[in-house]
């Protein structure tokens, strides 16, 4: 296919703002901006239409699936403190049930995180076909494990370690 004839069926199908102006070249079958001239260049329309198909593809429609992933990226943080502090515990003179306590909570997250964030990033659709109940159970998941974790077994630990 020509460029010319690829350029054409692109502004056909898709909201393309101009370089220069921002006006909308949809549906323009010449080569420049109506509104400034500026030449219409089909890699540059290209490039456009193929960033928001991925943008589409990656980004969730859903809201419910969206905070999940949000959620499950945020805890990467965790996650990564989380690594930080059981190496910490490891190596420290804590007690032995102090130290198990801390590290059977601190494992889960380890791994729960990056999984979770990893099955957002990929398994996407599937959890778009899950019911909306499921998914808030799986966003629900996502945010609060690392909140849950600090409140309500982290927390009373270390004021007990004190
Ligand atoms: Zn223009």
């Known amino acids: 296919m020509s460029d010319e004839s690829t350029l054409r069926e692109l502004l056909a199908a898709h909201d393309i703002p101009c ?37 589409q593809r990656r980004m969730p429609g859903d809201r419910l699936v969206m905070a999940g992933l949000v959620g499950s990226l945020l805890g990467l943080g965790y996650a990564a403190g989380a690594v930080g502090t059981l190496v910490r515990v490891m190596m420290s003179g804590l007690a032995t049930p102090i130290r198990l306590v801390l590290e059977c909570t601190l494992w889960p997250l380890v791994i729960a995180y990056p999984l979770l964030a990893w099955m957002y990033l990929t398994r996407t659709s599937w959890i778009e076909r899950r019911s909306r109940g499921g998914k808030l159970a799986l966003a629900i998941v996502a945010w609060s494990l690392a909140p849950v974790d600090v409140l309500f077994v ?3 630990l270390f004021l007990l370690v004190r």
């Open 19 to 55: 370089d220069a102006c921002r006006y909308n070249l949809r549906g323009q079958t010449g080569d420049k901006c109506p509104e400034c001239g500026r030449p219409i260049k089909v890699e540059r329309v290209r490039g456009v239409v193929e960033a928001r198909a991925w943008r």
């Open 154 to 156: 982290l927390a009373p």
